[in-house]
């Protein structure tokens, strides 16, 4: 199974923050790589699709890049809606498998 | 707008079986691949397998962890997608979500995803 590192496991930030998440993939997935958004009690919501492909409906401070073996979700200026915790999911094969999680605390 | 709800969850013995429905509005069902995930007590999300829309032959895939044990299914005519889960382990406990997975450059990027519903697997 492909194993996605993700990191950091958490970071605390402040409104206006840049913020950037980083996962690594075990070998190589090509540019399939999503990214999402967790929040309690709601549904995942998808960000970015395919490394850089901003999802319908999503602020255009939300942006995924890929340099090497590590793909990249940046947060360009943080919101307070955006504390909340970011998944990466490959879809390269299956089977299909999450980082660990990024939660973005308040500092 | 796509909407995309699980139900069906609830409290189970070991070794019992459970069926989980996920309902769907505002797109054209059979055109999409729906796929399954679940979230234990503490832990991370974690596949479960996904179903083909009829154009690749309603066709499955399934995690090493629930293969053999869990099927999903599809009715094209009511929207609804379907996890079966025999023979339940005490480790099967878990919020279990569904999701619409779109087909794009060339692999499919699951979308929208209902809120999840809760299996607890205990004697």
């Known amino acids: 199974d492909i194993q996605m590192t993700q990191s950091p496991s958490s970071l605390s930030a402040s409104i206006g923050d840049r913020v950037t998440i980083t996962c690594r993939a075990s070998e190589n997935v090509i540019n399939y790589i999503n990214w999402y958004q967790l929040k309690p009690g709601s549904a995942p919501k998808l960000l970015i699709y395919t490394t850089s492909n901003l999802q319908d409906g999503v602020p255009s401070r939300f942006s995924g890049s890929e340099s090497g073996p590590d793909f990249t979700l940046t947060i360009s200026s943080l919101q307070p809606e955006d504390f909340a915790t970011y998944l990466c999911l490959q879809t390269y094969t299956t089977p299909w498998t999450f980082g660990q999680g990024t939660k973005v605390e308040v500092k | 707008e796509v909407h995309v709800e699980e139900s069906g969850g609830g409290s189970v013995q070991p070794g019992r079986s459970l069926r989980l429905s996920c309902t769907t509005s505002?797109?054209?069902?059979?055109?999409?691949?729906m796929s399954w995930f679940r979230q234990a007590p503490g832990k991370g999300l974690e596949w479960v397998g996904f179903?083909?829309?009829?154009?690749?032959?309603?066709?499955?895939e399934y995690a090493a962890s629930v293969e053999g044990r869990f099927s999903i299914s599809r009715d094209d005519s009511k929207g609804i997608a379907y996890l079966q889960m025999d023979s339940l382990k005490t480790e099967d406990t878990a919020f279990y979500y569904c999701?619409?997975?779109?087909?794009?450059?060339?692999?499919?990027?699951?979308?929208?995803w209902g809120q999840g519903t809760l299996v607890t697997v205990s004697s």
């Open positions: 999701s619409r997975a779109p087909w794009g450059s060339y692999r499919y990027f699951p979308d929208y």
């Open positions: 505002g797109f054209t069902f059979g055109d999409y691949s």
């Open positions: 179903i083909r829309d009829k154009d690749y032959g309603e066709t499955t």
